[in-house]
């Protein structure tokens, strides 16, 4: 079974939009963040929640382009609004979580327990 299930890649221009929905099995977490891979590239943090507070936190290459969001009604379901994307976004998405108070960078990988699929994301120039 999966714990998460990512959704909402797909193909656009440079500047166009798209938003990605992850939502979990039933299973809380505490931290709920966003990961991205091109291929030949380490896979790295985009943006997560933190889901009990609502606090958020970006890498600094999609401040001001992405925002990430709960559903109001499932503080386990999230979304990751991407606006004025570049071809440089494009990439596998992945949706990952985890339990336990982080005090280190929360947008490394090694943090994280659970995965989900990925939903791919490409952008055209």
């Known amino acids: 079974e999966e714990r998460l299930v990512e959704s909402g890649g797909g193909s656009v221009q440079a500047g166009g939009s798209l938003r990605l929905s992850c939502t979990t099995s039933?299973?809380?977490?505490?931290?709920m963040t966003w990961f991205r891979q091109a291929p030949g590239k380490e896979r790295e943090g985009v943006a997560g929640v933190r889901t009990t507070s609502g606090s958020t936190y970006y890498t600094d290459s999609v401040k001001g382009r992405f925002t990430i969001s709960q559903d109001n009604a499932n503080r386990y379901a999230i979304y990751l609004q991407m606006n004025s994307l570049k071809p440089e976004d494009t990439a596998m998405y992945y949706c990952?979580?985890?339990?336990?108070?982080?005090?280190?960078?929360?947008?490394?990988?090694?943090?994280?327990?659970?995965w989900g699929q990925g939903t791919q994301v490409t952008v055209s120039s």
């Open positions: 039933g299973r809380g977490y505490l931290y």
């Open positions: 990952a979580a985890r339990n336990g108070v982080l005090s280190g960078d929360k947008l490394l990988p090694r943090y994280y327990s659970d």
